[in-house]
């Protein structure tokens, strides 16, 4: 048996303590707030996706899995084992882009976090202030490996910063669900460093089934290296220290201070944005502005010469020209004009999808990039819409703070509107509102198997 090491690395070592001892009782009212609401925001994900040809398909691939009854499959009746109910749910969860995102590390933390901590609580009745804690310490440690690595740098070179920093988080959400103490929680996070990866090569598939798994995996990882920590079977203690950590690995530019800075003061998920708009990330903030001049002025989709839009550099990368509708800005602001909305069945159902009208007008979209804006980018977020109408008017506005976003989040009843909506087609109306109270008093709850029970069909 490996001899215990009591001198771990300073960064290991002080994110390692802190997710192992994250203390439920101890997290200020408003970060347990924010985590009950990540947690329903989930569940409405995870629902809404089987009503959805990726999700389908990610529920037809869990159904070959074969059975073993740990953890619940959401929107189905299948029960896997742990690593697979983690690698299935994270897989949902991220399958129709309505899950939050965080933006200072560009990374969807939810998808991996809520999945790795649900897998590994239901099979042992973890009470419920502790799975929200679990998610608490994924954020803490996703997204500031996440930051330390550079989320910009990360994209600049092909990586996806869900995916490489989500194992971190899905590690840290699965070893505090297990109750690892720091050794184990260090070796945990070691053995997650040396199976990361993710390349945005995911985003060149039109169907988001790719995309869907870059969460799926990241999940099934952190549970795997959890459990094999809890087994006894030590991992590196130094992943983020020394000449092969992974900060460097992925990162030209490491900042090894952000993996600590104002740790345990500063809550992750306090960041953290629940989109109103299903949609990617940097085009929220422009349907937004295009959806408050059409209101303003009373405009139909049919007025709309073309539609002209200016965000970072870094934000045109990731929304400009993409086959994904759900992550293509012009089809997006295309679909938004013609329905006054986005949800799911605007970026999924072909028959908006493929709708000749939308893709003419997204055609008369156009995106640039622009120096201003990308200076505060990832973590500001503003976006610049002009429209010129058919009858020679100019319109123009700026949004600064997309509505979900950390400066303008949306209020429970939002939130819970929201969760309503994706989610009662799925499971039905009366049970939905079941769930979204049981969300409400979750850090009461004795045991999350009350809350995985509402997720099956």
Sequence with gaps: MHEVTRSLSPFTRRLAEHASALDPAHLPAEVVERARQVVLDTCAALLSAAELDVGRAILAFAATLGDRPEATVAASTLRLSAMDAALVNGSLAHADETDDSHFSSLTHPAAMAVPAALALGEPRGLDGATLLAAVVAGYDVQCRVAKSMGPRNLQDRGFMALAVCGSFGAAAAAGRALGLDAQRMAWTLGLVGLQTGGLWACAEEPGHYAKAVQSGFPARDGVCAALMAASGLPGPEAIFEGPNNAVAAFSARPDYEQLTAQLGQRYEIMGTSIKKHACGGPIRGPVDGLLDLMSQHRLAADAIARMDVRLAHSAVKIVGGRAIPS????????????????????????RRTEDPQVLALADRVHLSGDDELEAGWPTLRPAVVELTLHDGRRLRTRVDHAAGSPERPLARAEVEEKFLRLSSPVIGEARARELAALAWRLASVVDVRELTRYLQV
Excluded: K, N, R, Y
């Design 327 to 350: 992550i293509s800005l012009p089809f997006v602001m295309a679909v938004a004009a013609h329905d006054g909305f986005v949800g799911v069945e605007q970026t999924h159902a072909p």
